[in-house]
T-cell receptor
Framework: AQSVTQLDSQVPVFEEAPVELRCNYS??????LFWYVQYPNQGLQLLLK??????LVESINGFEAEFNKSQTSFHLRKPSVHISDTAEYFC?????????????FGTGTRLLVSP | SQTIHQWPATLVQPVGSPLSLECTVE??????LYWYRQAAGRGLQLLFY????GQISSEVPQNLSASRPQDRQFILSSKKLLLSDSGFYLC???WGQGTDTQYFGPGTRLTVL
């Protein structure tokens, strides 16, 4: 079965600094990968996803993630964060297989951006 | 476009009381539906999912149950709430085989006292 590891439970960073949120997965078959963002007391919103094609995917608000098959990683990066990026970020994986598949979520990383 | 609704938004219930949380999806048909729970400071726990009317799969044994009486309606219930049932409950939907994006509702904050 697949699993997702987000090693950092919390990442503090100053405004306008770069940030990387780490995500590693384990799976014996090909995967689809996702990053979701959750603002306080709200549901999760899709930030970006990798299904196929280019291994570098971008979101509309400046985040990007790169699928690295050899390292089984899908780290999320932003070159310059804003206060408004403060939120919890979840990495998720599903597998390319027949039949119904579920998303498996990591435990989340809380990004804290301070001025 | 598709929208997902949850109600109530917040709920405070005494221990031992019943529970009913409702989730509805608009703008799509035959969606996969999911119930998740977030306990304070913890990640997402998948409770139930459904691929069709009357088809419910349970992920974690507990005192909660789920039902899908209509194609786009998903209900989470309990006969007697426990303190440990407190948390943030999220409903989500997806298409097809479940491998692609899940779309989440706004959530229900449940406090059991």
């Amino acid at each position: 079965a697949q699993s997702v590891t987000q090693l950092d439970s919390q990442v503090p960073v100053f405004e306008e600094a770069p940030v990387e949120l780490r995500c590693n997965y384990s799976s014996s078959v090909s995967v689809y990968l996702f990053w979701y963002v959750q603002y306080p007391n709200q549901g999760l919103q899709l930030l970006l996803k990798y299904l196929s094609g280019s291994t570098l995917v971008e979101s509309i608000n400046g985040f990007e993630a790169e699928f690295n098959k050899s390292q089984t990683s899908f780290h999320l990066r932003k070159p310059s964060v804003h206060i408004s990026d403060t939120a919890e970020y979840f990495c998720a994986v599903s597998v390319r297989n027949t039949g119904f598949q579920k998303l498996v979520f990591g435990t989340g990383t809380r990004l804290l951006v301070s001025p | 476009s598709q929208t997902i609704h949850q109600w109530p938004a917040t709920l405070v219930q005494p221990v031992g009381s019943p529970l009913s949380l409702e989730c509805t999806v608009e703008g799509t048909s035959n969606p996969n539906l999911y119930w998740y729970r977030q306990a304070a400071g913890r990640g997402l726990q998948l409770l139930f999912y459904s691929v069709g009317i009357g088809q419910i799969s349970s992920e974690v044994p507990q005192n909660l149950s789920a039902s899908r009486p209509q194609d786009r309606q998903f209900i989470l219930s309990s006969k007697k709430l426990l303190l440990s049932d407190s948390g943030f409950y999220l409903c989500a939907w997806s298409w097809g085989q479940g491998t692609d994006t899940q779309y989440f509702g706004p959530g229900t904050r449940l406090t059991v006292l």
